[in-house]
Nanobody, 116 residues
Framework: QVQLVESGGGLVQAGGSLRLSCAASGILVNDNTMAWYRQAPGKQRELVATITRAFSTYYIDSVKGRFTISRDNAKKTVNLQMNSLKPEDTAVYYC??????????WGKGTLVTVSS
């Protein structure tokens, strides 16, 4: 059974940092695209960052220069280093994995709260 489990969320003051981690089990991740999404209260889920099997990365404009996505295929993990956090970054953050055949998996999310 494939599982994605996020960790690292919490409460932080504006300007602070958090590091989110997502651990995959039941599947190899080497050939898969990994991503972080977030959903703020009352808003739709949005893509935050992706990292491909070739380690190519993409970020939405609002987090460029502040967030860094990385992956460790041996440990089957994907991380999101979040610096200079802002109150508008408050959301539930979800880990996502898309396989090479297009199947998609999701974690249950971890809450990030940034206080002003």
């Amino acid at each position: 059974q494939v599982q994605l489990v996020e960790s690292g969320g919490g409460l932080v003051q504006a300007g602070g940092s958090l590091r989110l981690s997502c651990a995959a089990s039941g599947i190899l991740v080497n050939d898969n695209t990994m991503a972080w999404y977030r959903q703020a209260p009352g808003k739709q889920r949005e893509l935050v960052a992706t990292i491909t099997r070739a380690f190519s990365t993409y970020y939405i404009d609002s987090v460029k220069g502040r967030f860094t996505i990385s992956r460790d295929n041996a440990k089957k993990t994907v991380n999101l280093q979040m610096n200079s956090l802002k109150p508008e970054d408050t959301a539930v953050y979800y880990c996502s994995m898309t396989t090479d055949v297009g199947r998609n998996y999701w974690g249950k999310g971890t809450l990030v709260t940034v206080s002003s």
